[in-house]
């Protein structure tokens, strides 16, 4: 053989075997790098932050991991497996502090422990599935602690899962972020759901070639993606308030053994919402172990009937259209009286002939509201019941607020026209009586509530305008009716728990609720609402307990409660009792 | 018989041939050294590139894995630093609430 034959049968060899790895690596090899080659991988994009007004991160992301299977790379027994890796997977609340000590819980943990198992076994032994997902949203350290594990067909891809470092904090004003039927990240409830379009982000696409090894080929194409990291936003919710509401609104709930228990309060000038907070609440980490009905926040998706606050709306429309001035007395006070066959009295039957406007509202007069209620007529009084917000959205950014419940003029009757005067027989929410009540506050100007103060998108800040604004009643007006709830609250029935030195107004309800047509007299919902200093108001607040049992009027249960916060929040705030 | 003339026809033809096939053998050495020369070329870029390929893979590696101790650090001083662990371990520590408080 000549070497010219032994060098084509060279060449010919390399040729064959250059052309069988190439085979191999187009496509053998790629068929088997799980499509890491050529294909786009999507890059999960961070949802923004929630920050309190001191900076403080109140919901951030978290780093989390989603548990995969390869049931056919696995060589470890399937039922061993699933036992070993069911006690990491259950439910994150038997890790709680206090939950080794509670037997209930352990027996439940016991039982989801077995049910996991079965779920687990039955996914590995299914040699037939190429990949199956075992867990998502797992915490890093239960992650490293399967890791050391060392079990082949066990993998972890990266997820990201909310954080809320001051647990159940604000939960109903944040809402929570859960999976929706695509198994995406979707905020629900509260500024979650609110803004979850900005929140989320827009995830991102990797695009570029990779090797075998998994290495990028950097002549290859690049088809990247960056992800867009969704806004943040800062809140005007002041964490300090906040964490004074939900310590006194816990410790008063269980006192007065009510049923829930809600406070909300604001900045008259700007609208803002500075705290927000029901008790009993719930962890939004946890939210799959909470009813569903515990979800929505009760300060502005509830109604209710709000009682004798309602009076001082009646008495602002009545003042504004001159109609009555704080010295009108009432010639009708005198006993019950009879309207359309039913008795209007006062709550405690006792009477007050020739009282003032003012008296009216320090004795919270029923009697003495229907006067100023026939005065007004049911045009005049409909319209300024519109025109404080009531029957409508006040527009806070939260996600599942209701518009109360008032019926259509046409519908009204005299006695709704009385009966509505104090607050009877029509349904607000909590955050439109806030709403109204900072209008007097404000030199009877009405600004919509708002809870975030700033939008930050790639690091330039946005700020949120405040919501719309309107004059509802002159400032005179605001100024009288502030006067009456003053007086109310110096000379009413709660005036025993007003901190001393301090000029605060304020007015009690108490509503009886309506149950199957009529109203049940020992159920009831009590509420204080008002604002402090009076004359240059830094704050407006309502408490409200729904159903107290140690005693139905919001003069024994809310007003204490509001007085013991206000108290909390002149320290606070720095509002001496010289300044007043 | 043949002439000398034409010997000298027949040697220079094979003279003329000689000269154009080294031309032609120096061009394909000349192309075969290029050809060589671009294959050993990519051989050493392609070398470099799959080395930083593995590179840049370490880098992004790293940063993914510095992003992700970012993440975990500052969820852990939010947590350390929020209100409900501060109040309890002060609690812990035996500090109390002042019952008074005196402005000047």
Same mark, same amino acid.
């Given at each position: 053989?000549d070497r010219i034959?032994i060098?084509?049968?060279?060449?010919?060899?390399?040729?064959?075997?250059?052309i069988a790895r190439?085979?191999?690596?187009?496509f053998?090899?790629?068929v088997t790098?799980?499509g890491?080659?050529?294909?786009?991988?999507?890059?999960?994009?961070?949802? /923004?932050?929630?920050?309190?007004?001191?900076?403080f991160p109140i919901? =951030?992301?978290q780093? !989390?991991? *989603? &548990?995969?299977?390869k049931?056919?790379?696995?060589?470890?027994d399937?039922?061993?497996l699933?036992k070993?890796?069911a006690?990491?997977?259950i439910s994150e609340?038997?890790?709680?502090?206090?939950?080794?000590f509670?037997p209930?819980?352990?027996k439940?943990?016991e039982?989801e422990?077995?049910?996991?198992?079965?779920?687990i076994?039955?996914?590995?032994?299914d040699?037939?599935?190429f990949w199956?997902?075992?867990?998502?949203?797992?915490?890093?350290?239960?992650?490293?602690?399967?890791?050391?594990l060392?079990i082949?067909?066990? /993998?972890?891809?990266?997820d990201?899962k909310?954080?809320?470092?001051e =647990?159940?904090?604000a !939960?109903? *004003? &944040?809402?929570f972020?859960g999976?929706?039927?695509?198994g995406d990240?979707t905020?629900?409830?509260g500024l979650e759901?609110?803004?979850?379009?900005?929140?989320?982000g827009?995830p991102?696409?990797?695009?570029?070639d990779r090797d075998?090894l998994?290495?990028p080929?950097?002549?290859?194409?690049y088809?990247?993606?960056?992800?867009?990291?969704g806004?943040?936003?800062?809140?005007?919710?002041?964490r300090?308030?906040q964490?004074?509401?939900?310590?006194?609104?816990?410790?008063a709930v269980e006192k007065?053994?009510?049923?829930?228990g809600?406070?909300i309060?604001s900045?008259?000038?700007?609208g803002q919402?500075?705290?927000?907070?029901t008790?009993?609440?719930?962890?939004?980490?946890?939210?799959?172990?909470?009813d569903?009905?515990?979800?929505?926040?009760?300060?502005i998706a509830?109604t209710?009937?709000?009682g004798s606050v309602?009076?001082?709306i009646?008495?602002?429309?009545?003042l504004?259209?001159?109609?009555?001035?704080?010295n009108?007395?009432?010639?009708?006070?005198?006993g019950p009286r009879?309207?359309?066959?039913y008795?209007?009295?006062?709550?405690?039957?006792k009477?007050?002939p020739?009282?003032?406007?003012?008296?009216?509202?320090?004795?919270?007069?029923?009697?003495?509201i229907?006067?100023?209620?026939d005065?007004l007529?049911i045009?005049?009084?409909y319209?300024?019941?519109?025109k404080?917000?009531?029957?409508?959205?006040?527009?806070i950014?939260?996600?599942?607020?209701?518009d109360?419940?008032i019926?259509?003029k046409?519908?009204?009757?005299?006695?709704?026209?009385v009966t509505?005067?104090?607050?009877?027989?029509?349904?607000?929410?909590?955050?439109?009586m806030v709403q109204?009540v900072?209008?007097?506050?404000?030199?009877?100007?009405l600004?919509s509530?708002?809870?975030?103060a700033k939008?930050?998108?790639?690091?330039?800040?946005?700020i949120?305008?405040?919501?719309?604004?309107?004059?509802?009643?002159?400032?005179?007006?605001?100024?009288?009716?502030?006067?009456?709830?003053?007086?109310?609250?110096?000379?009413?029935?709660?005036?025993a728990?007003?901190?001393?030195?301090y000029?605060?107004?304020g007015?009690?309800?108490t509503?009886?609720?309506?149950?199957?047509?009529h109203?049940?007299p020992?159920?009831?919902?009590?509420?204080f609402?008002?604002?402090?200093?009076?004359?240059?108001?830094?704050?407006?607040?309502?408490?409200?307990?729904?159903?107290?049992?140690?005693?139905?009027?919001g003069s024994?249960?809310a007003?204490?409660?509001?007085?013991?916060?206000?108290?909390?929040?002149f320290?606070?705030l720095?509002?001496?009792?010289?300044n007043? | 018989m043949?002439?000398?003339?034409?010997?000298?026809?027949?040697?220079?033809?094979?003279?003329s041939?000689?000269?154009?096939?080294?031309?032609?053998?120096?061009?394909?050495?000349?192309c075969?050294?290029?050809?060589?020369?671009?294959?050993f070329?990519?051989?050493?870029?392609?070398?470099?590139?799959?080395v930083?390929?593995?590179?840049?893979?370490?880098i992004?590696?790293?940063?993914a894995?510095?992003?992700?101790?970012?993440?975990?650090l500052?969820?852990?001083?939010?947590?350390?630093?929020?209100l409900?662990?501060?109040?309890q371990?002060?609690?812990?520590?035996g500090?109390?609430k002042?019952s008074k408080l005196?402005?000047?």
């Open positions: 053989m034959k060098f084509q049968i060279i060449i010919f060899t390399a040729a064959i075997f250059i190439l085979f191999y690596w187009q053998i090899a790629q790098s799980s890491e080659i050529n294909s786009a991988q999507i890059i999960p994009a961070s949802r /923004g932050e929630i920050f309190t007004n001191d900076d919901v =951030a992301d780093e !989390a991991f *989603l &548990l995969y299977a049931p056919h790379e696995i060589t470890k399937s039922q061993e699933a070993v890796l006690p990491s997977l609340k038997y890790a709680t502090s206090g939950a080794a509670l209930d819980l352990q439940q943990k039982e422990v077995k049910q996991l198992q079965t779920n076994f039955a996914h590995l032994a040699k037939n599935l199956v997902q075992l867990a998502r949203k797992l915490p890093k350290d239960i992650k490293e602690k399967i890791q050391t060392d082949s067909g066990l /993998g972890f891809e990266k990201k909310r954080f809320y470092p =647990a159940s904090m !939960a109903h *004003l &944040l809402g972020v999976l929706n039927k695509f990240d905020g629900y409830f759901g609110y803004y979850d379009q900005r929140l989320k827009q991102g696409r990797l695009g570029r075998p998994g290495f080929i950097l002549v290859g194409r088809r990247t993606v960056e992800p867009k990291k806004d943040s936003l800062k809140l005007s919710i002041d300090t308030m964490f004074i509401v939900e310590q006194k609104l816990e410790q007065y053994g009510a049923k829930e809600t406070v309060i900045d008259p000038k700007t919402i500075m705290a927000m907070a008790y009993p609440n719930y962890n939004p980490n946890l939210y799959q172990e909470y569903g009905s515990q979800y929505k926040n009760p300060a509830n209710y009937e709000p309602f009076k001082l009646t008495m602002a429309s009545a504004d259209m001159s109609l009555v001035d704080p009108t007395r009432c010639d009708i006070c005198s009879q309207i359309a066959g008795e209007i009295s006062t709550w405690n039957k009477y007050y020739n009282s003032t406007m003012t008296e009216v509202i320090q004795h919270s007069d029923n009697v003495g229907s006067f100023v209620a005065k007529g045009d005049r009084f319209e300024y019941i519109l404080f917000g009531f029957r409508e959205k006040t527009g950014d939260l996600q599942e607020e209701a109360g419940a019926r259509n046409k519908d009204w009757k005299g006695i709704d026209l509505s005067a104090f607050g009877q027989g029509i349904a607000v929410t909590p955050i439109q109204a900072q209008a007097i506050a404000n030199r009877g100007v600004i509530p708002k809870i975030v939008i930050i998108a790639n690091s330039k800040e946005e949120v305008k405040p919501g719309e604004k309107r004059q509802v009643i002159s400032a005179k007006t605001a100024a009288q009716i502030t006067e009456m709830m003053v007086n109310a609250v110096e000379k009413g029935e709660a005036k728990f007003v901190p001393k030195g000029k605060i107004a007015k009690t309800g509503a009886q609720i309506p149950l199957a047509g109203y049940d020992d159920k009831t919902i009590a509420s609402v008002g604002f402090a200093p009076a004359n240059d108001p830094k704050f407006v607040m309502l408490v409200l307990f729904n159903q107290p049992s140690a005693s139905i009027f024994e249960t007003a204490p409660t509001f007085f013991e916060i206000a108290r909390e929040l320290n606070y720095g509002i001496s009792q010289a007043d | 043949l002439h000398i003339s034409d010997f000298r026809v027949k040697k220079q033809k094979e003279n041939f000689n000269l154009v096939g080294k031309i032609k053998v120096k061009i394909l050495v000349i075969a050294f290029i050809v060589a020369s671009l294959f070329a990519q051989l050493v870029f392609a070398n470099n590139l799959a930083d390929g593995q590179k840049l893979s370490e992004e590696d790293q940063i894995k510095f992003e992700e101790d970012n993440t975990t500052r969820a852990e001083i939010a947590k350390e630093s929020s409900s662990t501060l109040s371990r002060a609690e812990e520590m500090f109390e002042p005196t402005t000047f």
